[in-house]
């Protein structure tokens, strides 16, 4: 894995986002699990003020199109959500597993997620409209399910049966304009200063 990797924040692009279980393990692989990461999803997109263009939650990774958060940035907002993720899924585990039961092999998950995380930065309509169609169409490619609209797991159905899902999608209202004064208004060192 790339140690000096580069993440590009501040400029108002959405973020394609993808990250992996542990290991590529299908540790998403149930419908509980999935339901549980689109809960936690919801929370975090609420704290840190985002908005979520789409998504989709595959057995062993998941892929988001987010815009830059009102709170922090997208690495935050990654950590907060895999991490919330984790704790509850190690806690279940745990408590699951009985250690009074010998067994010959750990089998209780020490992780759930890789380190890192992939961060891809969308700024052309183009590229939004390609992301999303990948994500959509994921889980038909893996043979989950035969059409897009099948898979729970995903903005599919927001967008194309206008449902309201877990996750609130394309809720825009929730960012704040960042204004800069226009160019005309910017002092001008050419110019003497009014006022």
Request: glycine share 6%; with cysteine; hydrophobic share 35%.
């Amino acid at each position: 894995m790339r140690r000096n990797l580069k993440r590009y924040y501040g400029a108002g692009d959405l973020h394609f986002i993808t990250c992996s279980c542990y290991r590529r393990q299908p540790l998403l692989g149930t419908p509980r699990r999935r339901d549980l990461f689109l809960t936690l999803l919801e929370q975090v997109r609420k704290r840190y003020e985002f908005v979520v263009v789409g998504y989709v939650v595959m057995p062993e990774h998941i892929h988001l199109l987010i815009s830059e958060p009102q709170q922090k940035n997208p690495s935050t907002v990654m950590q907060a959500l895999k991490l919330g993720f984790a704790r509850r899924v190690l806690a279940q585990l745990r408590r699951r597993h009985n250690p009074s039961q010998g067994c010959l092999f750990d089998s209780v998950p020490h992780h759930i997620w890789q380190k890192r995380f992939y961060d891809f930065n969308v700024w052309t309509s183009r590229k939004r409209v390609e992301k999303l169609r990948y994500m959509h169409r994921n889980p038909v490619r893996r043979g989950l399910v035969t059409s897009p609209e099948l898979w729970r797991w995903s903005s599919f159905r927001a967008y194309c049966l206008g449902e309201r899902g877990p996750v609130r999608v394309n809720e825009w209202q929730i960012l704040t304009m960042k204004v800069r004064p226009p160019a005309s208004e910017e002092r001008n060192p050419a110019l003497p200063a009014v006022g």
